[in-house]
């Protein structure tokens, strides 16, 4: 069974930045894709962005071209780095894994993380 730890919330003035950590534990990191979700209060979770073993990115329209997802298979961690954060981009935020990239932007996960908040100030 995998576990993922997340860290790297907090709270950041409008127009800040973030870098959220994932460490994974209990399965071949290298073989399996990764992803963010997050979710506001009274909100669904939404998914963020996701990359897939071999390194290729997804993200949602309302990320795209400010927040960036990586790597380290080395460290068995991936990162979710955040610019230009807005307060609409608040809410915790979650790590998860699975076999498939498509699984992962769909949410047909099964493995998720305990979730670290991250509040954006306007």
């Known amino acids: 069974q995998v576990q993922l730890v997340e860290s790297g919330g907090g709270l950041v003035q409008a127009g800040g930045s973030l870098r959220l950590s994932c460490a994974a534990s209990g399965r071949t990191f290298s073989n399996y894709a990764m992803g963010w979700f997050r979710q506001a209060p009274g909100k669904e979770r939404e998914f963020v962005a996701a990359?897939?073993?071999?390194?290729?990115?997804h993200y949602s329209d309302p990320v795209k071209g400010r927040f960036t997802i990586s790597r380290d298979n080395a460290k068995n961690t991936v990162y979710l780095q955040m610019n230009s954060l807005k307060p609409e981009d608040t809410g915790v935020y979650y790590c998860t894994t699975a076999a498939l990239t498509y699984w992962v932007v769909s949410g047909r996960v099964d493995d998720w993380g305990q979730g670290t908040q991250v509040t954006v100030s306007s």
């Open positions: 990359i897939s073993s071999g390194g290729s990115t």
